[in-house]
């Protein structure tokens, strides 16, 4: 009975409030980051974020905030279980950021346009020199305290556990000379699996951990800086699944 009264509120109440919500939140950021991108390209998709939570009445509980300092840059990698990730880091993060995207995303009506006024980056995937022109043109935007927020896996898990991590996160950490910020998101596969089309009320956990540095070494060889990208792309993945298998 509960389940089909929250499919009912869903469908007449959650899903119509924050459909118009999306496109009003949009339109605001797009036209308010023609003048300042740092406040409207963060401020107004921070207050979208916690809305979808608070509509849908899924509960939240933030971990370790403590580890994130206010005025430092981070590279902020989490783990990608649902669409409502983007909700969960907008809303619940805590600082500016700018998104590292895949560029296709630019293209969605709304949202995506929103993004690009915003100052998101986008990543043209088609070739190693376009990814990389991509990330040092992201190091303009990361002052006075901007992050940047990346999913390693580069797409949402199918089964709930964490697929192997691409190594993007840990190029613009050493290119940018950022720490890595490992985040553990766990409970938004059960709230919106990628195979749903409705939401299921079910508690999400936000763990923020202890701040990753990859030392960066201008004389080292190709070979050292691979096999410290690879050490340090282990490392932060088994941050983050150490905390997903032992659950809340």
């Known amino acids: 009975m509960k389940r089909a009264l929250y499919l009912l509120y869903q469908i007449l109440i959650a899903f119509p409030i924050m459909l118009a919500m999306t496109i009003i939140i949009a339109l605001v950021t797009i036209i308010g980051s023609i003048f300042n991108d740092r406040f409207w390209g963060y401020w107004p998709g921070m207050i979208w974020g916690r809305m979808f939570y608070r509509v849908f009445l899924i509960p939240i509980r933030i971990h370790g905030r403590e580890h994130v300092k206010k005025g430092v840059s981070y590279v902020i990698a989490a783990n990608h279980q649902s669409y409502w990730d983007a909700f969960l880091m907008y809303g619940f993060v805590g600082v500016k950021f700018k998104w590292i995207m895949k560029k296709e995303l630019g293209k969605i009506p709304f949202v995506g346009w929103a993004c690009y006024m915003a100052g998101h980056i986008f ?22 305290g901007m992050s940047v927020v990346i999913f390693p896996e580069g797409t949402r898990t199918f089964d709930g556990k964490m697929a192997r991590f691409k190594r ?16 553990t998101i766990d409970g938004n596969f059960k709230v919106m699996s990628r195979h749903a089309w409705n939401v299921t009320r079910h508690p999400v956990h936000m763990t923020f951990h ?14 050292e800086r691979t096999a410290m990208m690879n050490k340090t792309t282990q490392e932060v993945y088994d941050i983050i699944n150490k905390t997903l298998e032992e659950g809340y």
């Open 210 to 223: 202890e701040p990753v540095y990859m030392q960066k070494n201008p004389d080292a060889s190709e070979q």
């Open 168 to 183: 993007g996160a840990f190029v613009i950490s050493e290119e940018l000379g950022l720490p890595i910020l490992p985040v």
């Open 123 to 144: 990543i043209d995937r088609s070739s190693r020199i376009k990814s990389m022109e991509s990330i040092r043109k992201a190091e303009s935007r990361l002052t006075d």
